[in-house]
């Protein structure tokens, strides 16, 4: 049980390794290159982008018999987020005859390396696949290298090793990690509040400076809810994808900050009958593999919400509440109906995720209060969704806008329809005047002219750095025509 402050416990290949007197806004790249010299993980663009920092991040399953791995970018990840965790870099594949793994001598046989300033980054988010998928397609394959920019080779070969590799008995992949597991369960992090002898909630700090700013990570909902309540605006730390950022490019450093990543609660999704409710610390992957079926164009739109190494540990609730106008995965949650449930201190309500907003970056969220969980919808009978989204690149790339709409069609007429977007409002939104020109209406009777109508109508006109109001307004305008024809075919198929 980790009760030192100022001393961050992690296990490295078969040791712990306990980080004293760092920075809380350290991150586990420069922890790794500057302190334990493991300097194959590199720094590319210090944003999470280039995956040169990829390193593989592990706890122990439920049961407590094997570590289970995520791929992470260590650039944007805070030092004390590990503590209790296991770290593999590149120089931990390295077997103990001397040998490589599988991964990087087809790396070398197949020559997909040049300037080698990448590659240990593709070999990690590859090594990472490869443990849980032994024999990946293609498809799973360049899904695993979206997060991974290499300038001289070309991806071909990088593919080509992997299939190599993966021809291998599945067990020549795994990483040996036997000698972690004891330790990892002796540097385990307390599960259960700690009280003091008055019977108040202490939350044990990871780090704490002698001005008295701190790194807390608590195991329990109402451990969160206690600190908050004492330090109404401490920064919540989920996924450290834009905190990390924050660290990185605007120098910041909170006096406090929260991280929810041991909070088991909020580590959960409940299936409550007509909806999930997704605690806020569920990961943008675990949400994907939840609606692939009910909801495949959501699916879709979080696979290019960002890499594996973004993917596996932003959250939604880290989404919503960072509110930046082109946040991908609102409008889907918008078109679908979805509520937040806020707690601050014992007090619970819940808010309808459109009335969440206020104005740019700003919500009704009151000082101390938080997102415990997202509610979302299970699909209705009848009911069709669909969601894109539109960026200069396919992936790794924000939005210039994402269009998501849900609804019914009765007697051939579309009903309660929900339209929402990105990007063409300070916040992410619903459109009820699109909504009035569709809601009632046969598909063939939406006119083009109407719904260029209802967006002027609905937004102010506004260049950006990823489009222009015109084509972001016509965009905006055919996703709707595309979404209204794909209901006619779908019609006439049902017939």
Known sequence: MTQATNSVRFVLDGAIVEAEGERRTTTVLDYLREQ??????KEGCAEGDCGACVVLVGELNAGGTAVDYVPVNSCIQLLPTLDGKSVKTVESLKRADGSLHPVQEAMVSCHGSQCGFCTPGV????????????????????????????????????????????????EQLKIDDSADLPL?????RPTVPTYSLDGDIVVQPVVRT?????FVSPATVAEVADYLSRHPHATLLAGSTEIGLQVNKQFTRPEHIVYLGNVAELRRVDDQGAFWRIGAQVSLTAVEALVAEAYPDFAEVLRRF????????????GNIANGSPIGDTMPCLLALGATLQLRRGDATRAVALDKFYTGQKQNVLQPGEFIEAIDLPKPRTGEVFRAHKISKRFEQDISATCCAMSYQLSGGKFANVRLAYNGLAPSPCRTPKLEAVINGRT???????????????????RDGLRATWAYRSLVARNLVLQF??????SAKEAA
């Not at 990892?184 to 385990?188: E, G, P, Q, V």
């Not at 209204?484 to 075919?489: A, H, K, L, Q």
């Open 123 to 170: 070999v990690m988010s590859l090594a990472g696949l490869v443990q849980t998928v032994a024999a990946p397609t293609r498809g799973e394959i360049n899904d695993a290298l979206s997060g991974n920019l290499c300038r001289c080779t070309g991806y071909k070969p990088i593919v080509d090793a992997t299939l190599k590799a993966c021809a291998v008995p599945a």
């Open 443 to 461: 598909p063939e009777a939406v006119t083009t002219a109407e719904l260029d109508a209802a967006i002027a109508a609905s937004f102010t006109a």
């Open 184 to 188: 990892l369960k002796a540097i385990r």
């Open 210 to 214: 002698r001005k008295g700013n701190e």
């Open 306 to 317: 960002g890499s594996p190494p973004i993917r596996s540990t932003a959250t939604l609730a």
């Open 36 to 41: 334990l010299h493991r300097t194959g993980t």
């Open 484 to 489: 209204v024809e794909e209901s006619t075919e």
